[in-house]
Nanobody
């Protein structure tokens, strides 16, 4: 069984920064892509950023230039550096992985709350 564990959320003032991390563990043969989604109250879950095993990245238009996704130094980890936070970034952030664990599978983390408020 594969697990994704997120960390790094919290309360931050507008203009502040956060760094989210996600670690995948379990019987993983390969990871095709990992990413971060977010869901604000009353809104649909949306893709924020993703990175493939080749290192290709993709960002939601609203976060380009402020968010940076990268693979962590530890195996099967991904980080999301978030700068210049605004109240519009307040949401639960979910880690997502598209990987091979015997079959091609999609996994989600439990989510970490990011709240931007003064």
């Amino acid at each position: 069984q594969v697990q994704l564990v997120e960390s790094g959320g919290g309360l931050v003032q507008p203009g502040g920064t956060l760094r989210l991390s996600c670690a995948a563990s379990g019987s993983i043969f390969a990871i095709y892509a990992m990413g971060w989604y977010r869901q604000a109250p009353g809104k649909q879950r949306e893709l924020v950023a993703a990175i493939t095993q080749e290192g290709h990245t993709n960002y939601h238009d609203s976060v380009k230039g402020r968010f940076t996704i990268s693979r962590g130094s530890a195996k099967n980890t991904v980080n999301l550096q978030i700068n210049s936070l605004t109240s519009e970034d307040t949401a639960v952030y979910y880690c997502h992985a598209d990987l091979l664990d015997g079959t091609s599978s999609l996994y989600w983390g439990q989510g970490t709350q990011v709240t931007v408020s003064s």
